[in-house]
């Protein structure tokens, strides 16, 4: 076995963003420039000689090579065995599945989630922990300072292994095993929910489902779940075969982009439930017939109904919520008497949370929820979540979301993107909020009055580290408020995130479409941040 230690200079645009590195596919076929950023998170993490990494991905164009090339820098940096995916898939929630299943050192996770794929798309790397989490931010930091030091990385010159066949070989001295992408991650879910009940349903002449794969990595969980374990008629998964470029789709599940599911759900003769869910399977979006349930509401709601599903019949220990998403979740919280916890956007700041017993649900406004049977979101686990509960309660899933909102008032929200702005003029709007933020606190704004206005900063009550300018809050006195933040997934330019919520209790007001409840606060973000001014778009390029 020889190892080759290639020399190389470091790239200056290798900083982890929200989840993981991620840039054009082109960036990541530059040479040198996956090998650079794999042997700096190998270089980051300590005493792994031996242990177990996992290796996996969404399918998406570049994840067959780029897995090759991971396997040999592991095998050549002392990792003593690989379990990778079949085919190189492996969905994100699978993923932290395997680490925590067998108890490896971490996982490296190809995936650019929701992004387009294909030669002209984007790719992503991501490493997450031996808990199954993605890497903290103290790690992500560590990989980031070791890209703008790296002289070197090593790997062994041999054959690409055979990712179709199962089984196990070696490359130099380290095992490779090809696993079953489905198994370890379907029997976990099993023993969550009733199964013989979701059976019953998805069989019975009274209900039908669409579950929309986006031609991403669910396809083949799906298909073996809802399809072949739970009975439900063939063509349920619809777009369910993975292809490298999501057939030029994007893979996002939201009523932008699943609109081949939306048109479905919201049509004649609509089924009762749709579901999609992304590129990489941690995201979720759930309809009724005619009917959408926000994320925000979904988290809530799963909550509220969790003592009806087996794997949480004995109760919640408490709810996280990221600081952008909506406080249905806390009322809710509030009722059963346990915690909610709010964290910056992304799924890392859940993990100590979930390791320490504080909270067994988290949830994103982002379509992204899960729970402490991993620790990543979990598409997948949501939907058989929302079919486990329709199963016992037999209401459809508008009759649930009404009658919470009855119960808890609506929290009436919604999520205004304008991609793809200039960065400069992007970070000078948020520069400017910034500046401005002091001066807001008791001004009245439209008919509201501001209750608070900061730059929302985290301090994890687990291990005490904080994470600062997490986002722009003004909020108002009624419970209203306005959240400014930029996303740290895009790849081009900037993403400005305007996320709006008001609180109404009163149930003969609970018709109204979001966008004419929100409006009062659609004007106010206008008037003090200047979106069009600084965007130069006069309307948002994606509204959720
Ligand atoms: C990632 C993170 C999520 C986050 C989302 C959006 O999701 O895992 O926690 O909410 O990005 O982040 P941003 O607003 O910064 O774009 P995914 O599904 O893309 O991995």
């Known amino acids: ?247 030029d789709g994007h893979p996002d599940p939201n009523l932008v982009y699943a609109h081949d599911l939306v048109e479905i759900l919201f049509g004649d003769n609509a089924p009762d439930f749709g579901a999609a869910s992304d590129g990489d399977g941690d995201r979720n979006m759930i309809l009724g017939r005619n009917f959408f349930v926000t994320p925000s509401d979904s988290l809530a709601v799963l909550a509220a109904n969790a003592q009806l599903v087996p794997g949480y019949k004995d109760g919640i220990a408490g709810i996280a919520r990221s600081m952008p998403t909506s406080a249905a979740a806390d009322r809710v919280a509030d009722r059963l008497g346990i915690e909610c916890y709010e964290t910056p956007t992304g799924w890392k700041f859940f993990g100590n949370l979930l390791d320490a017993g504080k909270a067994t649900l988290c949830g994103e406004e982002s379509f992204g929820t899960g729970s402490n049977h991993v620790r990543e979101k979990d598409g997948l686990w949501a939907v058989l979540f929302w079919l486990n509960i329709l199963a016992v309660r037999q209401q459809s899933v508008e009759h649930i979301v009404r009658e919470h909102w009855q119960l808890y008032g609506r929290n009436y929200y919604s999520r205004h993107d304008y991609e793809g702005v200039d960065s400069d003029r992007a970070n000078t709007l948020v520069s400017k909020l910034r500046d401005m933020l002091p001066s807001l606190k008791g001004k009245p704004l439209g008919g509201y009055t501001v209750d608070y206005a900061d730059d929302f900063s985290y301090t994890d009550p687990v291990d005490g580290s904080t994470s600062s300018k997490q986002g722009i809050r003004i909020g108002f006195t009624d419970g209203s408020r306005i959240v400014f933040r930029l996303s740290g997934t895009g790849t081009q330019g900037a993403t400005l995130r305007v996320y709006l919520e008001s609180y109404e209790p009163n149930i003969a007001k609970h018709n109204l479409d979001a966008q004419d409840a929100l409006k009062p606060l659609i004007d106010i973000a206008e008037e003090v941040a200047q979106i069009r001014q600084y965007t130069g778009m006069d309307k948002p390029t994606v509204i959720t």
């Open 1 to 247: 076995m020889t190892i080759r230690k290639v020399e190389t200079t470091p790239f200056s645009d290798q900083k982890p963003g929200t989840s993981g590195l991620r840039k054009a596919v082109t960036t990541f076929q530059q040479p040198h420039y996956l090998e650079n950023f794999t042997q700096s998170i190998f270089d980051s993490l300590e005493a792994f000689q031996g242990q177990t990494l996992v290796v996996g991905g969404d399918g998406r164009y570049y994840n067959r090579q780029a897995i090759q090339t991971i396997i040999k820098m592991a095998a050549a940096n002392g990792f003593g065995r690989v379990k990778v995916g079949h085919r190189g898939i492996l969905s994100t929630p699978a993923a932290s599945c395997v680490i925590r299943k067998y108890g490896a050192f971490g996982g490296i996770i190809l995936s650019a989630s929701h992004n387009p794929g294909g030669p002209n798309g984007d790719f992503g790397i991501k490493y997450n922990i031996g808990n199954g989490g993605p890497a903290p931010e103290k790690v992500t930091e560590a990989i980031f300072a070791r890209t703008k030091s790296i002289t070197e990385y090593r790997i062994l010159d041999v054959p690409d292994i055979n990712l179709d066949e199962l089984g196990t070989s070696t490359v130099g001295d380290m095992v490779v095993e090809v696993i079953d992408s489905v198994a370890d991650y379907q029997e976990l879910l099993e023993s969550l929910f009733d199964f013989d009940r979701i059976r019953q349903l998805l069989t019975g002449t009274n209900f039908r489902m669409c579950m929309d794969s986006m031609h991403a990595v669910t396809g083949p969980y799906a298909t073996a779940i809802f399809e072949d374990r739970l009975g439900a008629p063939a063509g349920t998964v619809m777009n369910g075969v993975p292809l490298e470029d999501f057939g």
